[in-house]
């Protein structure tokens, strides 16, 4: 009977482990908590950021998020928040309701005190701020990735058809209407190759901001992607992304239909009531699907656990047995030590270094037990202290799941801050965490 019981008990776990996964959002390409002030979590700011982002799924059947972008509003100074959405504009409406639907559940999890935060999906982007932030350019926060794959030959050919390329989508993008700034095109590249790229500005900006902001980006590509197959520099107001293969929908409608009025929300000096508009659309199904999962499972839980308990009463009580319980996730169980990492990156030779960047260089090694690692060696000059970066890396370590790269572990000795994650080989942009760097 105690076969049968840890059997059931097992069983349990592994589809409270399933449901866990499946209702979890997936990580961002990139998030930023800014440090421009906090809030509490019995604050006014706090209830007005907590209603104004439950909301945003009532405003998916309107047609402004449709064409892939919102700015809304809630509250009245000093605790007004300002919300913006942008997704890219070759996503179809249910894939951009799904991303900022996950922007909204995750970026305040990441970001649980700052007042001002921003991430980024690859289809979407969200940010919030106490601050008016709408159709105003910023330039930064901002990040970069590369395809780690070099271009073969003719290197200044290949740019300067990029240029060529930018210059072309830049114009077409800035001079687009209110409701979308977004330009996609391809072009003859050397060696046999196509360019495809696209830019995209909020389209609240003015044609001539959207036209400086994109030049900023494009003056970026020769900082983090010169002589690269890919790359994108992405920023609050606009960002760029191009490839040697087709990345985006080249059948997305360039013109969106004329403009309706923007979506809005009642303004309160008070804290909103508890009651919160009802969820709609794919946002709802969403959350729907993850009730239908969780509940059954929660519920088949708690009938294996009262069988236990039942079967466990009822049997004759033997001499206890000593248990142990170990804490999945810990801080004693994610830390290495200095010199096995040192070890493993060959004492951070620069044959093993992958990449630099605003944080630090990313270094590859070989742990003694054969198993291959990337390891980020943050910058000492971070100002992160040593309790705030462990906290750190336990939010991380519990975020992840089968579709993220792993953490295995951080060290904190000898004034070094390191982060150990498992190598990956893929060369995808949207796989790989170490072409990513903070500008």
Not at 92 to 103: I, T
Not at 194 to 201: G, I, K, N, P, V
Not at 410 to 418: A, G, P, Q
């Amino acid at each position: 009977m105690a076969k049968v019981c840890s059997t059931l008990l097992f069983l349990s776990a592994i589809f409270m482990l399933i449901s866990q996964a499946i209702s979890q959002p997936p990580n961002f390409l990139y998030q930023f908590c800014l440090d421009k002030g906090n809030y509490t979590s019995n604050s006014t700011y706090n209830a007005n950021l907590n209603h104004l982002l439950s909301s945003l799924p009532s405003l998916s059947s309107n047609t402004e998020i449709d064409n892939g972008f919102y700015n809304v509003s809630y509250g009245q100074n000093p605790d007004k928040v300002y919300a913006l959405g942008l997704c890219r504009a070759d996503a179809k409406h249910e894939v951009c309701r799904s991303c900022l639907s996950n922007a909204t559940n995750l970026l305040t999890l990441l970001c649980p005190n700052q007042k001002e935060a921003i991430g980024w999906y690859d289809y979407c982007m969200l940010r919030y701020s106490f601050r008016n932030i709408f159709g105003i350019k910023e330039d930064s926060p901002s990040f970069y990735m590369w395809n780690r794959n070099n271009v073969s030959a003719n290197v200044d050919e290949f740019n300067q058809d990029l240029r060529t390329l930018f210059d072309s989508l830049r114009s077409r993008a800035s001079t687009g209407g209110s409701l979308r700034k977004f330009a996609a095109g391809n072009a003859t590249a050397p060696n046999f190759q196509t360019l495809y790229a696209l830019m995209q500005c909020t389209p609240d900006l003015s044609e001539q901001d959207c036209s400086d902001c994109l030049g900023g980006v494009m003056g970026g590509i020769p900082n983090c992607c010169n002589g690269k197959q890919g790359g994108r520099v992405v920023g609050p107001s606009c960002n760029l992304r191009y490839e040697v293969y087709l990345f985006y929908d080249p059948t997305a409608d360039p013109t969106p239909p004329s403009p309706s009025p923007p979506p809005s929300l009642p303004v309160s000096p008070s804290p909103p009531s508890t009651t919160t508009p009802t969820t709609k659309g794919n946002g709802s199904n969403k959350s729907l699907t993850v009730v239908y999962i969780v509940v059954p499972v929660v519920a088949f839980v708690v009938v294996i656990i009262s069988i236990c308990v039942y079967l466990r009463v009822r049997k004759p009580r033997k001499k206890p047995e000593s248990k142990a319980v170990d804490e999945i996730i810990s801080e004693e169980s994610l830390q290495l030590d200095f010199d096995t990492v040192r070890v493993a990156t060959d004492d951070f030779s620069d044959a093993n270094k992958l990449g630099q960047g605003g944080f630090g260089a990313v270094y590859k090694g070989k742990l003694s037990d054969g198993q291959v690692i990337a390891v980020k060696r943050l910058s000492k000059d971070s100002g992160q202290g040593d309790q705030e970066f462990k906290n750190e890396v336990l939010l991380v370590a519990k975020l992840q799941h089968r579709n993220l790269v792993r953490l295995l572990g951080f060290c904190l000795e000898r004034n070094e801050r390191l982060l150990i994650y498992e190598f990956m080989t893929n060369t995808s942009l949207d796989c790989f965490i170490f072409g990513m760097v903070a500008l």
